[in-house]
């Protein structure tokens, strides 16, 4: 099955600087890419996605990146802000049967802004 | 995208006891999936539960301990039976954005302690 690892498991920034996280998955059958945002206590949020036709994707602040080739993808946040300090989760999508695909998930990343 | 929610969102429960989680959709969706979540730990797909059909377990999970059932297009129950505090978790169901749409939406998942 699907094997997702996520780094780096912490990140701390400085209000206004970048942050980067970074995935990689082991099944090239994988098509689909989503980004979750976690506040304590709330259930997760999806923030951005990306497919496997797609190279780069932009919203605003956020923007995800996919090297198919090399089977990574990275969630790239500017201008960060106190609002933006959750967890983040990276996901693959693997196409089953029937139409529909499962996620697996990566282990998460706690990003600090302060 | 889809109102989910989920009941109960917390329980406390002794050990051997079994617990039934609903989730409820403001529309009708294809699968619904349930998921897993450890304190401070990732999700993990325990099954994906399709109307009209049996739901299929993820390695690791099996139907005796997790039942599920789909009676209809916005409706699932996932019951936790036999509970251990290893079961304590958050539960969470999450439902796609329609046939061959990737995109998932979680409700707002029930937490559970096992004593």
């Known amino acids: 099955g699907e094997n997702v690892e996520q780094h780096p498991s912490t990140l701390s920034v400085q209000e206004g600087d970048s942050a980067v996280i970074k995935c990689t998955y082991s099944?090239?059958?994988?098509?689909?890419f989503p980004w979750y945002k976690q506040e304590l206590g709330k259930r997760p949020q999806l923030i951005i996605d990306?497919?496997?036709?797609?190279g780069e994707k932009k919203d605003q602040r956020i923007a995800v990146t996919l090297n198919k080739t090399a089977k990574h993808f990275s969630l790239h946040i500017t201008e960060t802000q106190p609002e933006d300090s959750a967890v983040y989760f990276c996901?693959?999508?693997?196409?089953?049967?029937?139409?529909?695909?499962?996620?697996?998930f990566g282990k998460g990343t706690m990003l600090l802004v302060s | 995208s889809a109102v989910i929610s989920q009941k109960p969102s917390r329980d406390i429960c002794q050990r051997g006891t079994s617990l039934t989680i609903q989730c409820q959709v403001d529309s009708q969706v294809t699968m619904m999936f349930w998921y897993r979540q450890q304190p401070g730990q990732s999700l993990t797909l325990i099954a994906t539960a399709n109307q009209g059909s049996e739901a299929t377990y993820e390695s690791g999970f099996v139907i005796d301990k997790f039942p599920i059932s789909r009676p209809n297009l916005t409706f699932s129950t996932l019951t936790v039976s036999n509970m251990s505090p290893e079961d304590s978790s958050i539960y969470l169901c999450?439902?796609?954005?329609?046939?061959?749409?990737?995109?998932?939406?979680f409700g707002p998942g029930t937490r559970l302690l096992v004593l």
């Open positions: 990306i497919r496997s036709n797609v």
């Open positions: 996901a693959a999508g693997e196409p089953r049967n029937s139409g529909y695909s499962t996620l697996t």
């Open positions: 099944d090239s059958a994988s098509n689909y």
């Open positions: 999450s439902v796609d954005a329609g046939l061959f749409d990737e995109t998932q939406y």
